[in-house]
């Protein structure tokens, strides 16, 4: 099983649209879980952390599971500007290493 | 907003070339990491540096690559003798604590072994 799982994509989104990412992830000494955003050929930049009681900002809301193991983002309201690549982030767990997964790209179409 | 900066934007260097990657982190963080992306690929960690010294690394972190911090604001990354499968994107990035924080990333190095 890969350490981090992410359907790859492409989600192709009217703008306005609602659009939801899932990811899973297999080591359960995780801590710390993210979602980063990143844009073609650039860094990775934090999107939003993930708390187990559920976490919004704006249009983002994300969601984690531990029992299950699991992480999702939902995305409100689509605008042409959030079309990127997510990428699902968890931590080593014995470490403080990051653990990618291979995101999801996500294209909002006029 | 402070940031992590990395320089050059873009290396091109020959196969069997020695490449210094430069990155200042956010100066009040503590630890200092190096990622590659191979182009197509997934964000892979490399290896991470606390108070002087290595605290990790990876499979792909072998006796080709070393970090060095040569004072108290430069996070170098050598690599000694360059491949052409070492061809990547490599970030550098920054955290105020371990574990739980979330990490800052500069914008890269692209570099390009020929």
């Known amino acids: 099983r890969k350490e981090v799982e992410q359907d790859p994509g492409p989600f192709n989104v009217p703008e306005g649209a609602t659009v939801a990412f899932n990811c899973t992830y297999s080591?359960?000494?995780?801590?710390?879980f993210f979602w980063y955003r990143q844009d073609c050929r650039k860094e990775p930049k934090l999107l939003m952390s993930?708390?187990?009681s559920g976490n919004e900002d704006g249009r983002f809301t994300a969601q984690l599971n531990r029992a299950s193991q699991y992480i999702s983002l939902l995305i409100r309201d689509s605008k042409l500007s959030d079309s990127a690549t997510y990428l699902c982030v968890v931590n080593d767990g014995a470490t403080n290493k990051l653990i990618f997964g291979t995101g999801t790209l996500l294209a909002v179409q006029p | 907003e402070p940031e992590v900066t990395q320089t050059p934007s873009h290396q091109v260097t020959q196969m069997g070339q020695e490449v210094i990657l430069r990155c200042v982190p956010i100066s009040n963080h503590l630890y200092f990491y190096w990622y590659r992306q191979i182009l197509g690929q997934k964000v892979e960690f490399l290896v991470s540096f606390y108070n002087n010294e290595i605290s990790e690394k990876s499979e792909i972190f072998d006796d080709q690559f070393s970090v060095e911090r040569p004072d108290g604001s430069n996070f170098t990354l050598k690599i000694r003798s360059t491949k052409l499968e070492d061809s990547a994107m490599y970030f550098c990035?920054?955290?105020?604590?371990?574990?739980?924080?979330?990490?800052?990333f500069g914008q890269g190095t692209r570099l390009t072994v020929v």
């Open positions: 080591n359960s000494a995780s801590q710390s």
């Open positions: 990035a920054s955290t105020p604590l371990t574990a739980n924080t979330e990490a800052f």
């Open positions: 993930v708390y187990s």
